[in-house]
């Protein structure tokens, strides 16, 4: 099996864009609609990468980061985490990175630079 990426988003449009996106670079996408389900999924399975958006309906994606950083679970303190957000404010990017997340980019969603992003991160299983 490919690499596991665990994407934490309750938009249907975007969480659909970016399991196609990466389904077709090989690899498998487990999909959390909320804050807290994503952090019960990241204890419960074993996964590569977390792409996380900011603007959750429970918990916010700050804290959601500082739970997986946090997490009883050895290896979420070093497991890579990608904010993907549309808060595009002055600061957003920093209070991402000091939440835990290594990474911020910004929607709309570019697929080339998150295929490039991800792969900054893990090698891609697979490419067409």
């Known amino acids: 099996m490919g690499s596991v990426i665990l994407y934490i988003e309750d938009n249907p449009d975007n969480m659909m864009l970016v399991k ?10 487990l999909e959390a609609l909320s804050g807290l389900d994503g952090v019960a999924m990241a ?10 958006d900011i603007n959750l309906p429970d918990i916010d994606g700050y804290e959601v980061a500082r739970r997986l950083r946090g997490s009883a679970k ?6 890579p985490i990608i904010a993907i957000t549309a ?9 991402a990175l000091a939440a835990g997340c290594d990474v911020y980019m910004s929607k709309p969603i570019n697929i080339r630079e ?15």
Do not use: C, M
């Open 43 to 52: 204890e419960k399975k074993e996964v590569d990468l977390i792409l996380l």
């Open 20 to 29: 196609r996106a990466l389904e077709s670079r090989g690899y498998t996408l």
């Open 74 to 79: 050895p290896t979420l303190a070093y497991t």
């Open 114 to 128: 998150l295929w490039a992003r991800v792969e900054a991160f893990i090698q891609a299983p697979h490419k067409p």
């Open 87 to 95: 808060n595009a404010l002055k600061g957003d990017a920093e209070k």
